[in-house]
């Protein structure tokens, strides 16, 4: 409920005087995947929501976000859940897992921080992904990084890549090789962006 009023606010922000292109939405598959999208501010967790809406995303969260009770059923309420960063457990890869069996989309910004600089992707996204046997769809976002930019009128951009089929089980050396190819897909479609 909350999350389908928030996102029709956003959605409305966001396209506001035509200020918001989704590109390459062909590639969206109607089976559960995983979406991950290069991070650089909050704005972008928002673009990405409204660039697949109605289909919504369960993000993966720092469980920081998670300490007061009022943001933790704010985020509960929008499909976030948390994880651990600094110590990631099995929960780490099990909820996330269950939540794709159950056919839902799961959105992971790999980086696994919010920064200006490129960062090579940490392996979770791919290891769900292979656990999971659903594919990866590659985003990439540019725009504004603050309210400040979306009150400015800043262009709004999100482009998504090719699924990348992860149907085979990988070994652990594959899945390197294959976070390796993501970092390099999400690097290459943020330059595409202009």
């Not at 110590?87 to 919010?114: D, Q």
Request: glycine share 6%; with cysteine; charged share 25%.
């Amino acid at each position: 409920m909350i999350y389908n009023v928030l996102a029709n606010l956003a959605k409305s922000i966001l396209t506001y005087r035509n200020r918001m292109d989704i590109l390459n939405h062909h590639y969206i598959p109607n089976e559960p995947f995983i979406v991950t999208c290069s991070h650089k501010g909050w704005v972008d967790v928002v673009a990405l929501g409204v660039s697949l809406y109605p289909k919504q995303i369960h993000f993966m969260a720092k469980k920081e976000l998670f300490e007061t009770i009022w943001t933790k059923k704010f985020l509960t309420s929008l499909n976030a859940f948390p994880v651990n960063r600094s110590n990631p457990g099995p929960n780490t890869i099990k909820i996330p897992v269950n939540r794709l069996k159950e056919g839902k989309i799961i959105g992971i910004f790999p980086s696994g921080t919010r920064t200006e600089e490129d960062v090579p992707l940490k392996r979770g996204a791919v290891t769900i992904a292979n656990l999971a046997k659903v594919p990866i769809v590659p985003a990439a976002y540019k725009g504004p990084t603050n309210l400040k930019g979306i009150l400015r009128g800043e262009k709004v951009q999100i482009i998504f890549g090719e699924p990348i089929d992860f149907s085979k089980k990988l070994k652990k050396e594959e899945l390197q090789i294959e976070t390796k190819r993501l970092t390099n897909i999400i690097q290459q479609l943020e330059l595409s962006l202009n």
